[in-house]
C-alpha cells in the first residue's frame, strides 16, 4: 500500500455513506484516544458511523471523552468503508468474521507500528511518529478542521502513554503538539494521575511477587518475568491494574530490553516489550517477528501457547548486535 496524503483521505471518508471505525484488542491510551477523537471528527461532519473495540474499553481509559459511545460487538449491518487505527497486523482488530462476511469493504488505515500486515487498501503508515493521535492532530490540521476540547483531551491521552509521558522518543514533535492541545485545557498531570495515579494495594502486592522473580537472560541480554491468569483471580484485580509493570522492568539497569509475558486465557500470551532511548533497542522489530507490532521503543505481542514457549521464542529471535 502507497501511504495516501491528508486531502485524499478526506475526500475517501467524505464519499463514504457509513463507517465502521475499530482499533486492536486490548487497547492501550492511544487506541482508545483515537477512536473517541475519529468519532467526535465524523459526529461533527455529520457522518454515520460505528465505534469498535471488540475486547472493549478498559475502566482504566473510561475518562477519555467519547467512550461511552465505544461498541464491542460486531455491527450487523455492513459499512461502506472501515478506518482501522493503530492495529500493526489485521488479526489484531478481532474481524475475522466480519471481514469473511463482507470482504469486499475497503479499508483505510492510521497507524504508526512498521509496516506489516495491516492489509489496508489506503490511507497512511508512518511509523516515525510517536502515535496514532499524534498522527490524527496531523491530519485535522492539514485539513483544516477545528478540533475541540474534548477531541483535544483524547489525542493528548493517547501521545503522552504511547510516548510513556515522553520517555520513549528523542522527537520534539509530540511535546509540541501537546503544548498546542493545553491551549485547550489538557493537562498532562490529571491525564498521568487517571492513568497511573490509581493503584490498588492488592494490584501493588502482586506487582511486587511479579518483579521479585525477575531473571536476566544473560546469554540474550533482556529482563522478562510473567503472570499467570490464576494469580489475577487469587489476588482479584484486573490485567490494566499492572499496566506499570513494564515500566518498572525497563528501569532495570540490565538488559537491552524488558518483557512481560501476561497469561490472558490458557494458551493466550500478551507480550508486554520495552526498551529505552539510551539502550537503542527495536522491540518493534522483535514483536513483529511473534505476530504483533508497536514502535521502537514500546511494542507488543499475542501468542498462542504458554509463557515457557513464547519466552523460548522471544529469545530465539533477540539477537545481539
Not at 485524499?8 to 491510551?29: F, M, N, S, Y
Not at 466480519?98 to 490511507?123: T, W
Not at 485535522?140 to 493517547?158: S, T
Request: charged share 25%; glycine share 8%; proline share 3%.
Amino acid at each position: 500500500m502507497k501511504n495516501s496524503s491528508f486531502h485524499q483521505i478526506e475526500k475517501i471518508i467524505k464519499k463514504a455513506k457509513r463507517i465502521l471505525v475499530v482499533t486492536h484488542q486490548g487497547p492501550d491510551g492511544d487506541a482508545i484516544g483515537s477512536l473517541a477523537a475519529m468519532g467526535f471528527y465524523l459526529k461533527k461532519i455529520k457522518k454515520p458511523h460505528y465505534l469498535l473495540c471488540v475486547s472493549g474499553v478498559p475502566d482504566s481509559l473510561k475518562f477519555i471523552p467519547g467512550t461511552s459511545g465505544i461498541k464491542s460487538k460486531h455491527p450487523k449491518i455492513p459499512y461502506d468503508l472501515i478506518i482501522g487505527l493503530d492495529y500493526g497486523s489485521k488479526i489484531q482488530l478481532g474481524l475475522e468474521s466480519y471481514f469473511k462476511k463482507y470482504p469486499e469493504i475497503p479499508v483505510l488505515i492510521f497507524d504508526h507500528h512498521l509496516l506489516g500486515n495491516q492489509s489496508a487498501d489506503f490511507g497512511i503508515i508512518k511509523s516515525g511518529c510517536s502515535s496514532v493521535c499524534e498522527l490524527l492532530y496531523d491530519y485535522f490540521q492539514a485539513i483544516k478542521f477545528n478540533i475541540n476540547k474534548k477531541i483535544a483531551h483524547a489525542l493528548a491521552v493517547g501521545i503522552l502513554s504511547d510516548t510513556g509521558f515522553f520517555k520513549y522518543t528523542h522527537n520534539k514533535k509530540p511535546l509540541e503538539v501537546i503544548a498546542n492541545l493545553m491551549h485547550f485545557g489538557v493537562r498532562p498531570d490529571e491525564i498521568d494521575n487517571a492513568l497511573n495515579g490509581y493503584v490498588k494495594m492488592a494490584a501493588m502486592k502482586l506487582g511486587g511477587k511479579i518483579l521479585s522473580r525477575a531473571e536476566h537472560n544473560y546469554k540474550k541480554d533482556f529482563v522478562y518475568s510473567w503472570l499467570k491468569r490464576k494469580e489475577l483471580s487469587k489476588h482479584h484485580v484486573l490485567i490494566s491494574d499492572l499496566n506499570g509493570l513494564i515500566e518498572r522492568l525497563r528501569n532495570l539497569k540490565e538488559g537491552r530490553f524488558a518483557l512481560f509475558l501476561v497469561e490472558e486465557e490458557k494458551e493466550r500470551i500478551h507480550g508486554h516489550l520495552r526498551s529505552r532511548p539510551d539502550k537503542n533497542y527495536n522491540v518493534a522489530k522483535l514483536a513483529m517477528k511473534m505476530g504483533g507490532g508497536g514502535h521502537k521503543y514500546a511494542a507488543g505481542f499475542r501468542f498462542k501457547g504458554t509463557i515457557d514457549t513464547a519466552l523460548k521464542l522471544v529469545a530465539k529471535y533477540a539477537k545481539k548486535k
